[in-house]
């Protein structure tokens, strides 16, 4: 036999590692060459050796020979195993040159330096939400599927992501340790505390790829990027509409339950959002520069001058695809449009009724405190509503502005001329209960039921 057959004078040009065989070099040149000869038809991976791929099949049958001596855990690689082993040993060999973050596992440390980088090779199929790591795609895809692994043997709740489980029992254990030094505001983590400074300071780390805005939380980068791919997870159970934002959810329940948390230190008046607030404080401080010339009203704004003077020409832009009927404001129009689709977000707490408008709501509930603040000037009557007033007026100045098509009959209200035309029309809507007749009026009604009672006393 010849010994120096297993003498290493076979030399790679690359590493300048030695070997003892020619074809073991042709194999470790394969390696820097990036050839994978054998691939696992289990899941498709490729090694560059027979020993590496026979190592990663044994990952696949669940064979873990090498044992952690300090913790008894067990591990189907050897490398895997020394790599655990400076875990314990506090061992972190590559060290990022950017942030400082060790890491045992060069790929850890490559796909750390890709973010870093930002590139982010894995995209989501759903909304176009791209990540560094394959595994924070599988979780993202998760949160779509509405798949929620991680549960809370305390209370059963369960949560998509790791992390926020473990945000969750902490909330259980209680106790927050980290205090801010500025505002005296207690946190549970140490990360959290951090974060809360960097507002105090006003440093901004986290950046939009798409519209390089920048925030100071994590948490707002992501909603942020939400907002991008209009992704709404939370939505009205009230009236369907969706948010990107708990937050504004919960301000658009308030709207639906009438609480009006934000109070203008000025006049009094209060909203239902600090956004409403803040708009309406435009209107005491903000300077009147536009002047109506023809009634002298001063306008903060000049497209609210433009439709101010749109009032007083009559001029009405905004037409309704239903009816035809015209309004001067979009807002108008909407609460119009509301009305023709039945929509009615306002409803009373007292009976239960509801109304298009917040306006004719409120003037319902003037007729359950039973306030009557309108008096007419020539027979003291007392109304509820003004336009109830107005109508009576119309009795006293013997004005009939409604006028029927039929035969020319002319009624002070609306809602005379209708029962009139109902006649035209052969439409009888109350019924008595006694016989069953139909008749066209209530009033005609009530004569009859009188009528009829008497005959039945007669009997």
Not at 91 to 108: D, P, Y
Not at 326 to 354: P, S, V
Request: proline share 0%; hydrophobic share 30%; glycine share 8%.
């Amino acid at each position: 036999m010849d010994v120096r057959a297993d003498t290493p004078n076979h030399k790679c040009d690359i590493c300048e590692k030695l070997f003892a065989r020619k074809d073991s070099l042709k194999r470790h040149m394969d390696i820097h060459a990036g050839i994978k000869n054998y691939k696992c038809y289990t899941c498709g991976k490729e090694s560059t050796s027979k020993n590496g791929h026979k190592r990663h099949m044994n990952v696949h049958a669940g064979v873990k020979k090498h044992n952690c001596d300090i913790c008894g855990r067990k591990f189907s690689q050897k490398g895997t195993l020394k790599l655990h082993m400076d875990m314990h040993a506090g061992v972190q060999r590559l060290e990022c040159e950017i942030c400082g973050k060790g890491f045992r596992r060069r790929s850890n440390f490559r796909l750390h330096m890709d973010m870093h980088a930002g590139i982010k090779n894995h995209e989501c199929e759903i909304c176009g939400r791209r990540y560094c790591r394959k595994v924070d795609l599988t979780h993202h895809m998760d949160m779509h599927l509405g798949v929620k692994n991680h549960k809370c043997d305390i209370c059963g709740k369960a949560f998509t992501w790791k992390h926020e489980l473990k945000l969750h029992l902490d909330m259980h254990a209680g106790g927050k340790n980290y205090k801010c030094d500025i505002c005296d505001k207690e946190f549970r983590h140490k990360s959290t505390l951090k974060i809360h400074i960097d507002i105090h300071g006003g440093i901004e780390n986290y950046k939009c790829i798409i519209c390089e805005k920048v925030f100071t939380g994590k948490s707002s980068l992501k909603q942020h990027m939400d907002m991008h791919a209009g992704i709404r997870n939370y939505e009205c159970d009230i009236c369907g509409k969706e948010y990107i934002q708990k937050s504004k959810l919960t301000v658009h329940m308030n709207i639906h339950a009438g609480v009006k948390n934000h109070e203008c230190n000025i006049c009094g008046m209060t909203f239902t959002s600090k956004g409403c607030l803040k708009n309406h404080m435009t209107i005491h401080n903000v300077f009147k520069n536009y002047e109506c010339e023809i009634c002298g009203k001063e306008l903060s704004y000049k497209s609210t001058l433009k439709l101010h003077m749109d009032r007083h020409a009559g001029t009405k832009n905004c037409k309704c695809d239903v009816c035809g009927k015209e309004f001067i404001y979009k807002c108008k129009l909407k609460c119009h449009m509301d009305m023709h689709a039945g929509i009615k977000n306002h409803k009373c707490e007292l009976c239960g009724k509801a109304f298009t408008l917040k306006s004719n709501l409120w003037v319902h509930i003037d007729t359950h405190k039973d306030v009557k603040n309108h008096e007419c000037d020539i027979c003291g009557k007392e109304f509820v509503q003004k336009t109830a007033l107005k109508l009576h007026m119309n009795i006293h100045l013997s004005l009939k502005n409604h006028k029927c098509d039929v035969c020319g009959k002319e009624f002070i209200q609306k809602s005379k001329l209708e029962c009139h035309i109902d006649m035209h029309a052969g439409i009888k809507n109350y019924k008595c209960e006694l016989c069953g007749k139909g008749l066209l009026t209530k009033r005609n009604l009530e004569r009859h039921i009188n009528a009829c009672w008497d005959k039945k006393s007669r009997m």
